[in-house]
């Protein structure tokens, strides 16, 4: 049974660092590409990143994708943040016609 559980985020003043991770079970995560979305509060959810190494431009330059295959989890490590990146950040996979989601974990960033 394929699981996702996002953690890491918090609140954060702006200029400053975030890394969120998203820890999978029931998959290998290595043999799969993976990929970060984030909700802005009463907007939709927007792509971010995925482990092809596309980022939304919006965060390109600033958010680093990654994994540590031995312990089957997913980094976004997120710098120099901004008010716009308030959001709940789901992990995703998308696997044949299914995707899988996280409970997500949100991030504030003041201002």
């Known amino acids: 049974q394929v699981q996702l559980v996002e953690s890491g985020g918090g609140l954060v003043h702006i200029g400053g660092s975030l890394r969120l991770s998203c820890v999978a079970s029931?998959?290998?995560?290595?043999?799969?590409?993976m990929n970060w979305y984030r909700q802005p509060p009463g907007k939709e959810r927007e792509f971010v990143a995925t482990t092809t190494g596309n980022y939304a431009d919006s965060v390109k330059g600033r958010f680093t994708i990654s994994r540590d295959n031995a312990k089957n989890t997913l980094y976004l490590q997120m710098k120099s943040l901004k008010p716009d990146d308030t959001a709940v950040y789901y992990c995703?996979?998308?696997?044949?016609?299914?995707?899988?989601w996280g409970q997500g974990t949100q991030v504030i960033v003041s201002s």
């Open positions: 029931g998959f290998t995560l290595s043999k799969y590409h």
């Open positions: 995703n996979l998308k696997r044949n016609a299914d995707s899988y």
